[in-house]
């Protein structure tokens, strides 16, 4: 059943899962095609997505988008990505020798974070939606568990930082069960 642009904020806006998978199967592969365009990969076009559903439910501007679904997400995914450049851009910039020899020292340190990362990653898509977005919003600086259970209609905050530690156990059971996790425990 094909969903209209109310349908899309509607179901941002209460966390419907069939309205978010229906989301994730109808725009990211525009976006990944968008930011892979621009020098991207299949990973931050999958960050920047999640990114800006999180913050059109955050900031409760779901209700503002005056054009269709698709041309708001898909412009407010690339003006996200274009920051996210400008800013490894300004990065890349301002570094000396000195932090570019540091930075070769680090490289394989690097590599594992991003492993680890990408791994953590595979993890928490086996988790449901909701508790994807509690993980995800909970780990944000200044996001509150008061603001977690009101964006995603739970009762109280503390029913919140509940839900907020079993996804929490359910992500680390996940990782611990994965071989390739003992190799990062050591860290």
């Known amino acids: 059943m094909p969903f209209n642009n109310q349908d899309y904020i509607t179901g941002l ?26 020098g991207g990969t299949t990973n931050d076009a ?9 913050d059109i439910v955050r900031r409760n501007s779901a ?10 997400l898909i412009r407010a995914c690339k003006n996200q990505w274009f920051k996210k450049l400008r800013k490894k851009t300004e990065f890349l910039l301002t570094l000396n020798e000195s932090q570019e020899h540091e930075m070769e020292e680090n490289v394989e340190e690097i590599l594992e974070q991003t492993e680890l990362r990408a791994l953590i990653k595979e993890k928490m898509s086996l988790l449901s939606i ?10 944000m600086d200044g996001v ?18 509940q839900r ?6 359910q992500l680390r059971k996940l990782l ?12």
């Open 46 to 54: 999958e960050d920047i997505f999640q990114e800006v559903l999180i």
């Open 13 to 38: 806006k209460l966390v419907d899962p069939k309205i978010i998978a229906a989301i994730y199967q109808n725009f990211l592969p525009k976006i990944e095609r968008l930011v892979i365009k621009y």
């Open 144 to 161: 509150t568990f008061t603001e977690i259970a009101h964006l995603l209609d739970i009762k109280s905050d503390n029913t919140a930082r």
């Open 164 to 169: 907020a530690f079993l996804c929490r156990n």
């Open 63 to 72: 209700e503002k988008i005056e054009t269709s679904f698709s041309a708001y």
């Open 176 to 187: 611990l069960e994965d071989p390739r996790f003992k190799d990062y425990l050591d860290y």
């Open 130 to 139: 909701q508790c994807q977005v509690i993980l995800k919003l909970s780990a």
